[in-house]
């Protein structure tokens, strides 16, 4: 599924147009700069939990020495920071399903 395909579904079960459901989509899940609610959030240091399906937050990962496969030197890979997802209890047992 992709964004489209979920503002299609989000459309038909609320009864709202696909224009309106596009632009709530984009308004929660975009990445460009400045939009994107969960993204912004991110962005600001701050963790977004939707109750019963999981928490979007930001973790670091330290340096850290690594092999270059194709010549075997060592290299040197920077700390750095990455979006991170736990899902919740109950997403974890309905997939499970």
């Given amino acids: 599924m992709n964004k489209t395909d979920m503002a299609q579904k989000l459309a038909k079960q609320?009864?709202?147009t696909q224009t309106v459901a596009n632009d709530v989509v984009d308004a929660i899940f975009s990445t460009e700069s400045g939009k994107?609610?969960?993204a912004a959030e991110l962005d600001a240091g701050?963790?977004?939990t939707i109750s019963g399906f999981g928490t979007f937050a930001t973790k670091d990962r330290a340096?850290?020495?690594g092999r270059n496969p194709a010549t075997g030197q060592e290299i040197n890979i920077p700390a750095r920071k990455y979006a991170h997802?736990?899902?919740a209890k109950?997403?974890?047992?309905?997939v499970v399903e």
């Fill in 63 to 65: 340096a850290r020495k």
């Fill in 14 to 16: 609320t009864g709202l």
């Fill in 46 to 48: 701050s963790k977004v």
């Fill in 90 to 94: 109950g997403l974890k047992d309905r």
């Fill in 85 to 87: 997802f736990s899902p």
């Fill in 36 to 38: 994107g609610i969960i």
